[in-house]
């Protein structure tokens, strides 16, 4: 056993948990309790200084950002197919979204959940106010994918084939479930989260992280 997926239930870390199981190779699970504090833990800050969640480890390498290791795991396993060629127009395309996820979508649900973060200590109407623009803006953000899906009327975010940045957006659209206005009520993204939920890599997940319902 080599790598070693440091992970919270339902964090971005599930991206590389399903880009995982999906390649089939060995590995081991090793859960950090957030709720514990264990993500702050001077154990864990020798792996990721940022105390943030996944790490993953591969024989020597240590490696955090989510969009770097699903291009490490893409990159090291590469007959698989989840990445597109070096050099050519689609993996341009694969960058783009890779990074508009991770650069641009996600930020703003992180504002969303911890909005704390961005004001001063003991102001909750100004985190309210956060946790509100955030969500205004994350909706034609969704609406951004969805035009995505509509343009190429392919099954995956980026056309006809599978890729490692399916899972990450997976991930932030589930963290959209319980917004007023979620990622499963636009209709293309709606089908492509039940594809997503079919496969039987994201299934084996699921089940390994205990994830609750409702997944998306």
């Given at each position: 056993m080599t790598i070693t997926l440091h992970y919270f239930p339902g964090?971005?870390?599930f991206a590389p948990h399903v880009?995982?199981?999906?390649l089939?190779?060995?590995f081991t699970l090793s859960r950090v309790d957030r709720e514990r504090g264990e993500h702050k833990s001077?154990?864990?800050?020798?792996?990721n200084p940022n105390g943030l969640i996944p790490v993953l480890v591969d024989r020597d390498l240590v490696l955090y950002?989510?969009?770097a290791i699903l291009l490490h795991l893409a990159d090291t396993h590469a007959h698989a197919g989840l990445a597109p060629p070096v050099g050519t127009r689609?993996?341009?395309e694969f960058y783009k979204w890779l990074v508009w996820l991770t650069n641009t979508l996600q930020p703003l649900l992180i504002a969303y959940y911890y909005p704390e973060r961005w004001v001063d200590p003991g102001n909750p109407g100004c985190a309210a106010q956060v946790?509100?623009?955030?969500?205004a803006r994350i909706a034609p953000l969704l609406d951004q994918v969805e035009?995505?899906?509509a343009q190429h009327a392919g099954p995956w975010l980026l056309g006809s084939r599978y890729g490692a940045a399916d899972p990450l957006l997976l991930v932030l659209c589930r963290w959209t479930r319980h917004f007023a206005r979620p990622a499963r009520s636009l209709p293309r993204l709606q089908a492509y989260l039940e594809r997503m939920l079919a496969r039987p890599a994201v299934q084996r997940a699921i089940a390994r992280e205990q994830l609750p319902q409702p997944w998306v």
């Open positions: 964090n971005a870390s880009v995982l199981e999906e089939g190779v060995p001077p154990e864990y800050l020798r792996l950002e989510t969009a689609e993996r341009a946790r509100d623009s955030a969500q035009a995505q899906l």
